[in-house]
């Protein structure tokens, strides 16, 4: 059969389709259409498997497509999830070391009271140690012991608090480093007086120093 009849009868068969889709009654013509094509050997290629196959491949493609998409959403959410942990673990981090920077805020708080506190008491113990004695005649009893006073006749004043004070130092071990600077000697008038080497001067007993007071 040459090319123009195979033409004219694939003409024959648009139109043919045209007329089914526009609702027309072409069973009968389709029928014969296709008995004369038998009679003439001519053999048409169904396009059902290469449809079946565009199906199959669009179908794998976009199953490809849908996998992947799932795979990108799925790496998008770990991703947010692990960046929301960290921005987690951050937040806690800051929240500890704000709380420990309060801690040590208030730490130093207290000791800086506490220091406070302290000193406070070590100077109304002062004050109530210089209310009760007299620190510079402590201090000059001391000197005439260490000058060869005798530290029983101090002793002989249990009323006199000074006294009592001197003596219970230097019976714990305090000494006066100083005496060679004094001098122990009767003044006219005065008796036994410590005064200042050379002089006839009483001593101020605050020159008197002391080893561990």
Do not use: C
């Not at 027309?24 to 079946?52: D, H, T, W």
């Not at 179908?59 to 692990?82: C, D, M, P, S």
């Not at 000074?162 to 130092?169: C, G, I, L, M, S």
């Not at 000494?175 to 004094?182: C, K, S």
Request: aromatic fraction near 8%.
């Amino acid at each position: 059969m040459n090319r123009e009849i195979r033409e004219r009868l694939n003409q024959l068969w648009r139109k043919l389709q045209k007329w089914e889709r526009d609702g027309y009654e072409v069973s009968s013509l389709r029928s014969e259409l296709e008995e004369f094509e038998r009679q003439e050997g001519i053999v048409r290629r169904s396009k059902a498997p290469m449809v079946a196959l565009m199906i199959l491949l669009i179908l794998a493609v976009g199953g490809g497509i849908t996998v992947v998409g799932i795979n990108y959403h799925n790496r998008q959410i770990a991703i947010r999830e692990k960046l929301r942990g960290e921005e987690e673990t951050r937040r806690k981090a800051e929240e500890e070391a704000r709380k420990l920077r309060e801690k040590v805020r208030q730490d130093s708080i207290r000791l800086a009271e506490r220091l406070k506190e302290e000193r406070e008491a070590k100077k109304r113990a002062m004050r109530e140690v210089n209310q009760i004695y007299d620190e510079a005649r402590i201090r000059y009893i001391m000197a005439d012991m260490s000058l060869g006073g005798p530290v029983s006749y101090y002793r002989g004043y249990p009323e006199d608090l000074n006294a009592v004070e001197a003596v219970r130092r230097w019976s714990n071990g305090v000494r006066v480093t100083n005496a060679n600077q004094f001098q122990r000697r009767i003044v006219e008038g005065k008796s036994w007086q410590i005064v200042y080497k050379g002089t006839k001067r009483t001593i101020d007993g605050m020159d008197v120093i002391l080893t561990t007071y």
